[in-house]
Each structure stands twice: as structure tokens, then as C-alpha cells.
């Protein structure tokens, strides 16, 4: 009874001082992103070199983004480049943390050495697999960045040698979060290894495949080092009006391009990130809430049949 009214009101302490235990970490989120992105906001509709001489210039910034064909080409390059890479990235990782996932001599070994890659910088991956490509291409005549599909398969090769580890760790924790009584039973009933995968196993790892698509397409979407070593958005092809255009950048590298043209570019650069923003956090709301949904009619679906 005693330890009851004791815990009781070191709870009620804790609730008063919940203010002082939140307010370090909170001056931190505003200072660290809050602010920030406040600035970067007014700052997309100025023009200026550095922060203290921003000159208002409303929403020509803006109207440069939409004009701007580099832009709408980096953007559907993204596209384009993140729906390859989640499928190219969470298929092969599925399988190896399905191989992986039971406990055999040397799985340990296997398991660190497809993980290693996530460790290597981006920069430093980018200018190693540059070398490997050129290396391979030059057997041909080629070289990487000669035509814009090299460097688009390129990064998807890259970037899928770099993830599937990392995704393969997520998908063996969520093999192993599988009830095994479920298993045990289908093994029971005669059930083959296609069975039990399809109708036990990914039914009850639906929200670990949810967050490793998450992880992959957000990370795909804000690509940048890798393709900055890479390819750097080569090769250039010249339009009509005269403007370049990289044919293999990606819209992060995109807006540090922009703003690396001139000083009369930092706004237009600026409001462009602020798109990239509105572009990202779109994409991942829309999933979470497709997660959502998913995840109410499984649990529904469990109940009934935990019912039946």
C-alpha cells in the first residue's frame, strides 16, 4: 500500500515538473529547425547574397521555379528515380533478411558484411562506384556520363549496393516479430514455404514493410551526395533558348546548382527548397496515411479471424 501511495505521487510530481523536463529539448527543436525554417520561408521571397541584405521581391521567386524547365525535369528525374530505387532496394532486402533471419553458423558474418555498406560516406561511395562504372564502361568506349541513362542506372545500382543492408536488419527484426505458434501450425498442416510466406508471414510483417519503404523513398527523394559525387548531373544537354540542363540531377542537387549560379539565383534557390519541403513532407504524409489505413483493416481482419 505503502509503495502504491509512494509511486502515486512521484507521478504527480513528475507531471508538474513535465514543463522543465520538455523545455530543454524544446528550445532545441526551435532553434534548431523551427527558426530556421521560418527564415528560410521569408528568405524565398527576397533577393539577396547573404541573409542581412534580403531585398523583398514577393513571388517572382517562385514564378522562376515553375518556369524553370531543369526544375520539372530534376523533379520527374526524382520520380522516376525513387520508384526504381523502393523496389530496387526492399525486394532484394526481403529475400536476404528472410535467408538471414534463423540462426546458422556464419549468419553473423553475412549479415555484417551486407550492412558494411550503409557506413560508407556518400561522397566517398559516389566516387568510388564512378570509378567502378567508368572502369567497366571504358572496356566498351563508354564512360559514365557520356549518356544520362548510364548515370540514372548508375545511382540506382549505387544507391541499392548502400541500402539493402540497412533494410535487411528492419525486415529480419520484423521476420522474427512473427507469432512462431502461427508457423508451427502451418507446418502441421502441410503447408509449403510459399504458403506460409505469403498467407502468415507478410500479412504479419505488413508494418515493417511500410516503414522500409518510408525509409527508402524519403531517403531516395532527398538524394544528394551520392549524386553530386556520382555523376554531378552530367551530361549537359543545351535546350532551345539557350539554358543547360543536367539530365541526371536529382532535385536536391538541383537547388545547390541553382544557387551556386550566381547571387541573383539565391532566392530562386531558396524558394525552391521551400517546394522541396512542401514535396517531401506531401509524399510521406500520403503514406503514413495509406499506412494507417492498411494497418486498421489488418488488425480488423486479425479480430475477426481471432472471432471465427
Not at 544520362?148 to 536488419?169: K, N
Not at 519503404?213 to 555523376?231: G, R, W
Not at 539565391?266 to 517546394?275: E, R
Request: net charge positive.
Amino acid at each position: 500500500m505503502q509503495t502504491q501511495i509512494t509511486n502515486s505521487g512521484v507521478r504527480r510530481s513528475v507531471k508538474r515538473l513535465f514543463p522543465l523536463f520538455v523545455l530543454p529539448a524544446l528550445i532545441c527543436f526551435l532553434m534548431s529547425f523551427v527558426l530556421p525554417f521560418v527564415q528560410a520561408v521569408r528568405l524565398s521571397f527576397c533577393d539577396f547574397n547573404i541573409p542581412k541584405d534580403a531585398a523583398w521581391a514577393g513571388i517572382q521567386n517562385y514564378k522562376n521555379v515553375f518556369a524553370d524547365s531543369g526544375f520539372w525535369h530534376a523533379f520527374l528525374m526524382t520520380m522516376l528515380f525513387t520508384l526504381v530505387s523502393v523496389i530496387a532496394i526492399n525486394v532484394p532486402a526481403f529475400f536476404l533478411g528472410y535467408f538471414l533471419k534463423d540462426k546458422f553458423r556464419g549468419v553473423t558474418v553475412f549479415r555484417t558484411s551486407f550492412f558494411i555498406p550503409n557506413l560508407i560516406g556518400g561522397v566517398v561511395l559516389g566516387y568510388i562506384w564512378s570509378m567502378l562504372f567508368d572502369g567497366i564502361l571504358s572496356f566498351f568506349g563508354k564512360y559514365l556520363t557520356e549518356n544520362a541513362s548510364f548515370g540514372f542506372w548508375g545511382l540506382v545500382i549505387m544507391v541499392a549496393w548502400q541500402q539493402i543492408g540497412y533494410m535487411m536488419i528492419i525486415y529480419i527484426a520484423g521476420f522474427q516479430s512473427v507469432p512462431s505458434d502461427m508457423l508451427e501450425a502451418a507446418d502441421m498442416d502441410g503447408a509449403t514455404g510459399s504458403q506460409k510466406l505469403f498467407r502468415i508471414i507478410l500479412p504479419n510483417m505488413l508494418s515493417t514493410v511500410f516503414v522500409c519503404t518510408f525509409l527508402t523513398l524519403t531517403n531516395c527523394f532527398k538524394l544528394f551526395d551520392q549524386n553530386l559525387a556520382l555523376t554531378g548531373g552530367a551530361p549537359i544537354r543545351t535546350l532551345a533558348n539557350g539554358m543547360q540542363m543536367k539530365t541526371t540531377e536529382l532535385l536536391a542537387l538541383n537547388i545547390y546548382s541553382t544557387y551556386n549560379i550566381n547571387r541573383y539565383w539565391h532566392g530562386t534557390a531558396q524558394a525552391k527548397a521551400v517546394v522541396f519541403f512542401l514535396l517531401v513532407g506531401a509524399i510521406a504524409g500520403t503514406q503514413l496515411w495509406l499506412t494507417r489505413d492498411k494497418d486498421e483493416s489488418a488488425e480488423k481482419s486479425k479480430k475477426g479471424a481471432a472471432k471465427a
